[in-house]
């Protein structure tokens, strides 16, 4: 559901966090849904601001409960210290709300226990957001460099399992404590979260995937010049798989061989993906390359 909007960027809350928010507000516990919400948002425009500081698309801000989704584009070229400035954001805003709350505590008209509230979600927000795994910005800056070197698709789903783990994790947590008798339901909530956070993510990373190819070729009119990675692949191999080698900051030339690993064609990154982006991702190389020198398809 849209709220509102502020300086072009569009400010939404998800089901959840409105469900979150009416069990907050029965438990008497107005306050500290506000506080939650104001830490999420002001951590999700700290990601929007930095980015469109660096020229990158910013869309909007989706709230999820203990936490949220800002849809930026790709970086401009590819670059991973623009992708891990923009994640770096969020953490650090939520680090620097928690020295304000370090001066805030010293205000004697102010609730003590709502200062702590709001001393303690920045703190594990800030931190719990640093963990290497996808969706958490902690991931989104690994990625940023893993991508250069396996592409996005395979950095993805690298950081994607490494997030089911962290979500794995907080459900045997959870689930040992209840019965050692502790219930800890913030293990439950973050690892739901983090599942329904984790379906948006593939959402957003497959379009950011298919952006980067897109602008490849712009890249390539914009420097003139560009280093080339080349690749060996199997004639039976579609479109849609080649792809998920391709890497930021390079152009690929993808040298096509049959079953005898004889050399049968070669084709360009541009062609490929002019054949993904076409809607013929189930295409083989080797019928790519038919098509491009007149053979017909049987």
Not at 113 to 120: A, E, N
Not at 209 to 215: I, P
């Amino acid at each position: 559901m849209r709220l509102f909007s502020l300086a072009g960027i569009s400010v939404s809350v998800n089901a959840y966090f409105l469900l979150m928010m009416a069990v907050y507000v029965y438990a008497g516990l107005g306050w500290q849904v506000i506080i939650l919400f104001f830490i999420v948002v002001t951590h999700e425009f700290a990601h929007l601001l930095v980015a469109r500081s660096c020229n990158v698309e910013v869309h909007g801000v989706e709230v999820f409960p203990f936490g949220g989704m800002a849809r930026v584009g790709a970086a401009p070229d590819g670059d991973p210290t623009v992708e891990a400035a923009i994640a770096m954001a969020g953490p650090l805003n939520n680090f620097l709300l928690y020295g304000l709350g370090l001066v805030l505590a010293k205000v004697p008209i102010l609730d003590r226990g709502l200062v702590t509230f709001y001393m303690d979600a920045n703190l594990m927000l800030g931190l719990f957001n640093m963990i290497p795994a996808l969706p958490m910005d902690g991931g989104r800056i690994l990625r940023a460099y893993i991508a250069q070197l396996w592409g996005y698709p395979r950095a993805t789903s690298l950081l994607m399992a490494a997030g089911a783990g962290v979500s794995g994790a907080l459900v045997v947590w959870g689930a040992v404590s209840l019965i050692r008798g502790a219930f800890v339901p913030n293990a439950f909530a973050f690892a739901f979260f983090l599942h329904v956070a984790r379906a948006k993510e593939c959402e957003t990373s497959g379009m950011l995937s298919v952006k980067s190819l897109m602008k490849k070729s712009a890249m390539l009119n914009r420097k003139r010049v560009m280093p080339v990675k080349h690749v060996v692949a199997r004639n039976h191999l579609t479109v849609r798989e080649v792809t998920f080698w391709f890497v930021p900051s390079y152009v690929h030339l993808v040298t096509v061989v049959d079953g005898s690993s004889r050399n049968i064609g070669s084709l360009w990154e541009m062609e490929i993906t002019e054949a993904f982006l076409s809607g013929r991702g189930g295409e083989t190389l080797g019928d790519l390359l038919d098509s491009r020198k007149g053979v017909p398809h049987s």
